[in-house]
């Protein structure tokens, strides 16, 4: 592991409604987006939680009876790693010379998983994730990433990490990802847009705090894209009076976070689609730990230290077959060194 410490980029994060349920569709949007920042001079473009094919808004609306409607559908329309839609994200990282972070439904056989792919701007994939743990009624859709999910990799732009939604509100995983020397990271939200009023803790103001506490905390550079609900996501998702209260149109809360946790951009309108920009210098990075380093000058490994299991969870050991054992390991990536990023730090 090498840390890059001076050098000085524009990233971009994405405010904006999928195309609900629509893969193909959503691949075209994820394109013109990536092409648009690229064109501003963005060297990364960070998207949402679950943008392809869009979050699964109605485990918060009704009975799972209910949602059963949405479920072959949804199923139908998540993306698979090595896919024909997932190489063409990668030629458009590629084509337009500039690093994606993805937020996206993976298909894996029978299961799926709230996801995020780092592709660089060659068009690599770097290493592939998954959540941690589903929050709450996610559980009744998604399965489970392991250890190996909360690493943070060697890139041309500097050490990147990332996680989804409310995995920054748990602290033990936040200091996994702050000891491997996170420089940018990936903060992807699903929109604000739920039980507004009701819940304060799934509101905008709890979580872009979560977000910038985590830049904070860890001096690093913090993406936090968002999208947002559209008009069309409701009228397939509201069918009565009484869930058109629960999930409002908008709900984009899009931010950019510096080192020291101040905010980078201007926000826009909560219903805008858009791309946020800010500069980011690697070099502010030394000047906030100066203040404080959880995981070097400022700790204290004799009075605490994490128990951090970082190998891949396999359902199958094969003791007499290579290529099938590795064949079991996810994430999904490319090459060896990809792989091996994904079970921790590379030295």
Known sequence: MQSIINQKFKVAAVQAAPEFLDLDAGIAKAIRL??????????LIAFPEVWLPGYPWWIWLDSPAWGMKFVQRHFENSLEVRSEQF???????????????LGFCERAGGSLYIAQAIIDDQ???????????????ERTVYGEGDGSHLAVHDTSLGRMGALSCAEHAQPLTKFAMFSQHEQIHIAAWPSFSIYRGAAFQLSAQANNAV???YALE???????PCATVSKAMLDMLIDSDSKSSLLLEGGG???IYGPDGAPLCAPLDEKAEGLLYADVDLGQIGVAKAAFDPVGHYSRPDVFRLLFNNKPATLVADFGSEPLREAAK???AEDADA???NTGMKD
């Open 339 to 341: 792989l091996s990023s």
């Open 87 to 101: 190489e063409k994200i990668k030629a458009a990282a590629a084509a337009n010379k500039i690093f994606v972070v």
């Open 253 to 255: 809360f899009a931010m």
């Open 211 to 213: 977000s910038q506490v």
């Open 34 to 43: 990536i092409e648009e920042a690229s064109a501003a001079g963005a060297s």
């Open 123 to 137: 068009g690599h994939l770097i290493a592939t994730r998954r959540k941690l743990k589903p929050t709450h009624a």
């Open 330 to 332: 996810a994430p999904v």
């Open 218 to 224: 860890g001096q690093c550079y913090v993406l936090a």
